[in-house]
């Protein structure tokens, strides 16, 4: 994540440190930067010259003293880990100028627990960038306890500038808003797909051949808007006592986990993966996600136009 959120700032005429911890790793970092700059420029939403310029805005160090001096802005993309984040926030916090903005793009963890490893809470809020961050347009600001509305508001303004659609996020709940949307719809198709409901090919299918299509378009709110809101009652009314509610994480995902099936990255999740399998949908799914993005994007238009 860090490495394609630094091609976004790039990109928008910043000068950028990219820290991680070792040469290898920057170099990891890299390669997924240029695998997202090539996507674009094939996608034609770059022109032919702007990765190298981009690149230029970017260094890579080790030293993470040497890439706070003097910044701005700072967007910690390290492992999803709260002890390691409140460590690393303690770090930031002597080593950035005192007016800096501490930005997190964690998934989910708390605001207000990450910040209190700092001398001022008010300077620190969630950015959350989603994944392909060079592709998805959503950044989730949110707000600590102790957040102020100015750091609130920049990185509300930062993400405008970097063509982002930033929403704010007034409470710091767990998932923020994104993510409790897309683990909802998890925790329903692993709750279909162990009670034998559908496969996990028809699963998925009733998603982007289903709600998915639209939800590119409007919003939850706004279907039900259109659906009628008598009609969604209705249907909340004897639909949401069968829903699964379960707080723990389900046995079958457990199962899976445990069975050293991770997914793309194991070969093997709910479905099987071939070596050349994992690069070739990440660049399906990459023209895609472009292709679509640039549909709505033209309706947008229209709609102003
Ligand atoms: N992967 C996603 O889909 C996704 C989407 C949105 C947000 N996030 C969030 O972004 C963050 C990073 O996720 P990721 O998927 O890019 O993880 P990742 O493991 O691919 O990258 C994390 C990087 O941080 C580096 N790192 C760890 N400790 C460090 C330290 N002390 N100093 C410098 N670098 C350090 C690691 O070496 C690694 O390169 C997490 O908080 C995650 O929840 C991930």
């Known amino acids: 994540m860090g490495a394609g959120i630094a091609g976004l700032f790039a990109h928008a005429g910043c000068k950028v440190s990219l820290v991680d911890l070792s040469e290898s790793l920057l170099q ?3 390669r997924l930067l240029e695998m997202g700059q090539a996507a674009l420029l094939d996608a034609g939403l770059r022109e032919e010259g702007d990765a190298e310029a981009d690149q230029k805005r970017i260094t890579t160090t080790t030293r993470l003293d040497e890439a706070c001096e003097g910044v701005d802005l700072l967007v910690e993309a390290i492992s999803e880990d709260l002890d390691l984040k409140r460590e690393m926030f303690g770090k930031f916090d002597k080593m950035c100028p005192a007016e800096a903005i501490l930005a997190t ?9 990450i910040s209190t490893a700092t001398r001022n809470s008010g300077r620190v809020a969630g950015m959350h960038f989603w994944n392909p961050p060079h592709i998805i347009p959503l950044v989730e600001v949110t707000k600590g306890d102790e957040t102020s509305d100015e750091t609130a508001q920049a990185l509300m303004d930062v993400s405008r500038l970097l063509s982002k ?9 767990p998932g923020f808003v994104g993510n409790r949307l897309q683990f909802a719809v998890v925790r329903e198709a692993l709750h279909l797909l162990a009670e034998g409901v559908a496969s996990a090919e028809d699963i998925d299918t009733a998603m982007t051949a289903g709600p998915g299509i639209r ?15 008598d009609v969604f009652r209705a249907i909340s009314e004897y639909l949401f006592t069968a829903l699964n509610s379960s707080g723990d994480a389900p046995p079958y995902l457990s199962n899976l986990v445990e069975a050293g099936k991770l997914g793309v990255k194991s070969g093997e999740g709910f479905y099987q993966y071939g070596a050349e399998d ?21 309706e947008e238009g229209d709609k102003h136009g």
């Not at 659609?165 to 709940?173: A, E, F, G």
């Not at 939800?215 to 809101?229: E, I, N, Q, S, W």
């Not at 994992?278 to 033209?298: C, I, V, Y």
């Open 165 to 173: 659609k930033p929403i704010l996020v007034r409470q710091d709940v």
């Open 278 to 298: 994992a690069p070739r949908f990440l660049t399906r799914r990459d023209r895609a996600l472009l292709g679509m993005l640039k549909a709505l994007s033209k």
């Open 215 to 229: 939800y590119g378009f409007m919003g939850p709110l706004r279907t039900a808007d259109l659906g009628g809101l």
């Open 105 to 113: 793009n964690t998934s989910g963890l708390s605001i207000s627990a």
């Open 28 to 30: 990891r970092g890299w």
